[in-house]
Structures are given as C-alpha cells and as structure tokens.
C-alpha cells in the first residue's frame, strides 16, 4: 500500500472482499465492485493475496493515528433539542 498511487478506502475494501469471500474473488469482481480498472484490481488482488500468505500484516496493528476527522452532521440539519443540547459555547459555524 506504501507509495501507491491507488488510494487506501480502495485498498482496504478490496482487502475486505478477498477475505470474507470464501470461494475466493476474482480481479474482474473486484474491478466491478469499485470501479476500477481491471488492471488496477489484478494489481490489487495479487499483493493482498502476496501479504495473507507471507503474513507481512505486521505494520497493521498497534496505534492508528487519523489526521482529519469529521464526526457528526451540520448543526442545521439536527433537531432544535438535540442542537441546544450538543452546541454549546463558540467555535466553528455549523
């Protein structure tokens, strides 16, 4: 995954689809599923299946740290209660 110009929401649905596929998954699946060319989905296919065998999963435990993190909705679409409730103080519009 390191240096790859095929982003991670891609790689980590691809790695969720080989591994609760029982009978095992095909690239052309996989190129379906997330729009991707065939290609990019054998490519994909082929390291996964490469680090389940060799189990190079080592780097994926441990703390994971999140640069940008957006959890709730806008303030306006939220009911009047719920709004008094959570919204307090200042800070950022919505």
């Not at 891609?10 to 065939?38: D, F, P």
């Not at 290609?39 to 999963?57: C, E, P, Q, V, Y």
Request: net charge positive; charged share 25%.
């Amino acid at each position: 995954m390191e240096d790859s110009p095929i982003g991670l929401d891609k790689w980590m649905t691809a790695m969720w689809q080989i591994v609760n596929c029982k009978n095992g998954i095909s690239s052309y699946e996989i190129h379906r599923a997330l729009g991707i060319t065939q290609k990019t989905a054998w490519f994909l296919d082929h390291r996964i299946r490469l680090a389940l065998t060799s189990g190079s999963f080592e780097k994926l435990t441990g703390e994971v740290e999140a640069d940008e993190t957006f959890i709730g909705g806008k303030a306006r679409n939220m009911h009047v209660g719920k709004r008094q409730r959570r919204i307090t103080g200042t800070g950022r519009e919505g």
